[in-house]
């Protein structure tokens, strides 16, 4: 099974709704990640986890909160979001954090997200 | 962490051509790996090839790799239409697990 999977597909919120986007693998794999990708524009690395500790931060505003309960799962809390905020997101995991290189990441099909 | 650059940006094409994008990174490599994105939605994993291979093939890809031109290129044979997507190249040079993505070539195939 090579499948990550990402609930939900869409997701509408207005600013001062909290949400969840939920990310699910079944392969092993210790590291995981978060992209937020606009249209028309590359996938840009939000948070890496690894071995279920946050790695990386790339100076994620902080109403956008991860967090890896186990090393299955991924969530991302959505808190006070702005209307530039809406973009596909999406969860990817590998099988480690390697050493000398990067791994084959997975991704998921991506939660579509649209603030009002 | 570095990022490739992918060129043609767009590329169009009938179906049963060949599709050859280019790669082209700055430092030095371990790896690097080629993504397809179809629609905006998914990546999915083409192919990796390491820094000691010079070529790969993975049914109809074939990804070649010049670590003295600091390149790679990516080879579909006879396209189809679901070859349509977006082509992204990652060279792999980092212990942190960072895949920087560059704009990617964009793929049209027409039947």
């Known amino acids: 099974d090579t499948e990550v999977t990402q609930t939900p597909k869409h997701l509408v919120m207005g600013m001062t709704n909290k949400k969840s986007l939920k990310c699910e693998q079944h392969?092993?794999?210790?590291?995981m990640y978060w992209y937020k990708q606009k249209a028309k524009k590359p996938p840009e690395l939000m948070f890496v986890?690894?071995?279920?500790?946050?790695?990386i931060n790339e100076s994620v505003p902080s109403r956008f909160s991860p967090e890896c309960p186990n090393s299955s799962l991924l969530n991302l809390h959505l808190h006070a979001l702005q209307p530039e905020d809406s973009a596909l997101y999406l969860c990817?995991?590998?099988?480690?954090?390697?050493?000398?290189?990067?791994?084959?990441?997975?991704f998921g099909p991506g939660t579509r997200l649209t603030v009002l | 962490s570095q990022q490739g650059e992918e060129d043609p940006q767009a590329l169009s094409i009938q179906e049963g051509e060949n599709a050859t994008m280019n790669c082209s990174y700055k430092?030095?490599?371990?790896?690097l790996q080629w993504y397809r994105q179809n629609s905006g939605r998914g990546l999915v994993h083409l192919i990796l090839?390491?820094?000691?291979?010079r070529e790969k093939h993975s049914g109809r890809l074939r990804v070649t790799l010049d670590t003295s031109k600091k390149s790679s290129s990516l080879l579909i044979t006879a396209s189809r239409a679901a070859d349509t997507a977006s082509y992204f190249c990652?060279?792999?040079?980092?212990?942190?697990?960072?895949?920087?993505f560059g704009q990617g070539t964009t793929l049209q195939v027409k039947p």
């Open positions: 990817a995991s590998s099988q480690d954090v390697p050493a000398g290189g990067t791994d084959t990441q997975y």
């Open positions: 392969m092993g794999h210790r590291a």
């Open positions: 986890y690894s071995y279920e500790k946050l790695s």
């Open positions: 430092t030095s490599i371990n790896n």
């Open positions: 090839i390491r820094s000691n291979e």
């Open positions: 990652l060279p792999g040079s980092s212990n942190t697990g960072k895949l920087i």
